[in-house]
Nanobody
Framework: VQLQASGGGLVQPGGSLTLSCAAS????????MGWYRQAPGKQRESAAV???????NYAESVQGRFTISRDNTKNTVYLQMNSLKPEDTAVYYC?????????????WGRGTQVTVSS
């Protein structure tokens, strides 16, 4: 599995950015795609995830500002980020989790930098 992310950059506080991540390779029918982020000096954390059937889960810190979606025909996941704050500055990583009994297999894309600054 390969994950190709794009869309990071520099944005002012209050601005918006959209991240995209296209997956290729063996994508199983039961899977979860998501975005994780890692700020300097902090551990990687989940920002938002979406299952193959559209169920979503958001970190409390991004709830109401970020929207995750996916296009299963293109094996692509998106993260629309609005009302960005300086604390959203981080490297954002795309993730795909394939379910293959008895467990999950994780795949990661290269990170894309998001910087929120005036």
């Amino acid at each position: 599995v390969q994950l190709q992310a794009s869309g990071g950059g520099l944005v002012q506080p209050g601005g918006s950015l959209t991240l995209s991540c296209a997956a290729s390779g063996s994508i199983f029918s039961i899977n979860v795609m998501g975005w994780y982020r890692q700020a300097p000096g902090k551990q990687r954390e989940s920002a938002a995830v979406i299952s193959n059937d559209g169920k979503t889960n958001y970190a409390e810190s991004v709830q109401g500002r970020f929207t995750i979606s996916r296009d299963n025909t293109k094996n692509t996941v998106y993260l629309q980020m609005n009302s960005l704050k300086p604390e959203d500055t981080a490297v954002y990583y795309c993730n795909l989790r394939n379910w293959r009994s008895p467990g999950w297999a994780d795949y990661w894309g290269r990170g894309t930098q998001v910087t929120v600054s005036s």
